[in-house]
């Protein structure tokens, strides 16, 4: 490893710390803000009649609401302050790995490339869907959930909105000292891997699973990337690979379209064991979709290429 290899990652990572950064910590202040005002409360509100139609009740919408505008943390805190079904807590665990830290996300896809529609159709249709159609199939689950050892949540009581600002001030720049903590060594890493031609390698190991979705070989190291540190992490490798690997508009969008049911597999996974739902089904609902989602849009996508090239074509001819 040259030392240029190394400035090469370092400034990668201070680049993607700051591209993201700029999303990151304002989102995180206004919705922690948000928290203290009566705009959540109202928000919560306003969806509570719906949750009817995923076989949850009114009061499910704080989790939901918590979990999409803060992230999965904040919904299982959510959970933790009522008393429900174990159907009850698995669909809203299944709605909140598809759907979660939503504003955040959302401006990191859009910073990726991905149109916001897509974002929002997959990231909600996903949510929504998967409740509507568990709450139909499944007929179990009605013993009342019980919470394990669940990590404490700071209850500390904070008072006045000079105390507010603060403590959102200093939530929102640890999101971004967390995000430097992991994107920077990630960038550095990839970096070393580039200059070695261990990214050629590791390309081609993983060509059977990315042409299976639908992706060129470029793709790989965003998916390995999303599906081991998360979405808005993950993306930072993202961007680098839009910028500098080739990875085209339509990989990119079919790479999010994946990782928005399945990224961060393992701690997504494993949060949800102390609120007493199987796990295994809601890795395997994720998998599934993941797989499934991506390699239907892929399809439609590609005939949809063929359709207008043939239409050139003729026109050409003609």
């Given at each position: ?30 919705v ?42 904040a ?21 909140l ?8 996300e959302?401006?990191v ?12 159709v997959?990231r ?49 720049a640890?999101?971004v ?15 070393i ?30 998916l ?14 993202m ?14 969008t079919?790479?999010f ?43 439609v ?18």
């Amino acid at each position: 490893m040259t030392k240029q290899t190394f400035v090469d990652g370092l400034k990668a990572g201070l680049q993607t710390t700051w591209t993201l950064g700029k999303i990151i910590f304002p989102v995180t202040f206004i919705v922690m803000l948000l928290q203290y005002t009566p705009v959540l409360p109202w928000i919560t509100e306003l969806i509570a009649p719906f949750m009817g139609l995923f076989g949850l009740s009114g009061e499910a919408a704080v989790p939901l609401v918590l979990g999409n505008f803060l992230n999965l943390y904040a919904g299982i805190a959510g959970i933790l302050t009522l008393e429900m079904t174990v159907k009850e807590v698995f669909i809203i665990a299944v709605m909140l790995s598809f759907s979660h830290n939503l504003l955040i996300e959302t401006g990191v896809a859009l910073k990726v490339g991905v149109k916001l529609w897509v974002v929002l159709v997959v990231r909600l249709g996903l949510a929504f869907v998967s409740a509507i159609v568990i709450n139909l199939v499944w007929s179990g689950g009605q013993e009342i959930a019980q919470y394990g050892m669940v990590p404490a949540q700071s209850g500390a009581e904070v008072s006045g909105w000079g105390s507010i600002v603060f403590m959102a001030l200093e939530k929102a720049a640890f999101g971004v000292l967390q995000l430097a903590i992991i994107v920077i060594p990630l960038m550095i890493v990839i970096q070393i891997m580039r200059d070695l031609k261990w990214l050629d390698v590791f390309s081609r190991w993983m060509a059977p699973v990315t042409r299976g979705l639908g992706m060129k070989e470029n793709t790989s190291m965003t998916l390995v990337a999303g599906l081991t540190i998360g979405l808005a992490y993950g993306a930072g490798v993202m961007i680098k690979a839009v910028q500098e690997d080739g990875v085209s508009k339509k990989d990119a969008t079919l790479a999010f379209i994946f990782l928005v049911a399945c990224h961060a597999v393992v701690e997504d996974t494993l949060i949800f064991i102390p609120l007493g739902i199987p796990v295994l089904p809601l890795l395997l609902i994720r998998i599934t979709t993941a797989v499934l989602l991506t390699m239907t849009v892929a399809y439609v996508w590609k005939r949809n290429e063929i359709a207008r090239e043939r239409k050139l074509n003729y026109e050409q001819t003609h």
